[in-house]
T-cell receptor, first 117, second 111 residues
Framework: GAVVSQHPSRVICKSGTSVKIECRSL??????MFWYRQFPKQSLMLMAT?????????EQGVEKDKFLINHASLTLSTLTVTSAHPEDSSFYIC?????????????FGSGTRLTVV | QKEVEQNSGPLSVPEGAIASLNCTYS??????FFWYRQYSGKSPELIMS????GDKEDGRFTAQLNKASQYVSLLIRDSQPSDSATYLC???????????FGSGTRLSIRP
């Protein structure tokens, strides 16, 4: 089956630093990547959608200069949280869709728990 | 604003009973719907997908879709303690090819 590897699973960083989260599709080409954020006891909120080789499309209210998304290849997308602050502490999850995989073909990564201290 | 709405619960059901989870969506253009299960601290996992009006059964799970009422439901028969989790309803907005999630319903199966 399709697998998306997400790293790191947990990260603790100091306020003001930047953190990079990677998502790799291991056995398929991810034409589209989605980045979600989930605060405790809340649902997944879509942050942005990225297509390989194109600029990401951000959802309303998400700062594109703070959450940098790169999708330079069909198997790798990264999310960089710049100048992180405690309010950015959350569970970040990526989801990848492969071309021709149909509407069930959205595979989620295992998530990254970010804690900013 | 495209929305998917669910009752947050918690919903408590005795072991062996049927758990019924409900969801409504706002965009009539949405054609595909999903139920995900999420354990605390974990990523969501797909349980069921449904595209056509009516029922779709898979083992102990039955998804129901009524496009006229913009309503999706999930029934879990013979509920087990391992079914205790948060269940997320999601809709695929085809115009943007993105999945939007509801707020989730916490389900607790009591022995």
């Amino acid at each position: 089956g399709a697998v998306v590897s997400q790293h790191p699973s947990r990260v603790i960083c100091k306020s003001g630093t930047s953190v990079k989260i990677e998502c790799r599709s291991l056995d398929f080409q991810a034409t589209t990547m989605f980045w979600y954020r989930q605060f405790p006891k809340q649902s997944l909120m879509l942050m942005a959608t990225s297509n390989e080789g194109s600029k990401a499309t951000y959802e309303q209210g998400v700062e594109k200069d703070k959450f940098l998304i790169n999708h330079a290849s069909l198997t790798l997308s990264t999310l960089t949280v710049t100048s992180a602050h405690p309010e950015d502490s959350s569970f970040y999850i990526c989801s990848a869709k492969g071309q021709g995989r149909g509407e069930n073909g959205y595979t989620f990564g295992s998530g990254t728990r970010l804690t900013v201290v | 604003q495209k929305e998917v709405e669910q009752n947050s619960g918690p919903l408590s059901v005795p072991e062996g009973a049927i758990a019924s989870l409900n969801c409504t969506y706002s965009d009539r253009g949405s054609q595909s719907f999903f139920w995900y299960r999420q354990y605390s601290g974990k990523s969501p996992e797909l349980i069921m997908s449904i595209y056509s009006n009516g029922d779709k059964e898979d083992g102990r799970f039955t998804a129901q879709l009524n496009k006229a009422s913009q309503y999706v439901s999930l029934l879990i028969r013979d509920s087990q303690p391992s079914d205790s989790a948060t269940y997320l309803c999601a809709a695929l907005y085809s115009s943007a090819s993105k999945i939007i999630f509801g707020s989730g319903t916490r389900l607790s199966i009591r022995p």
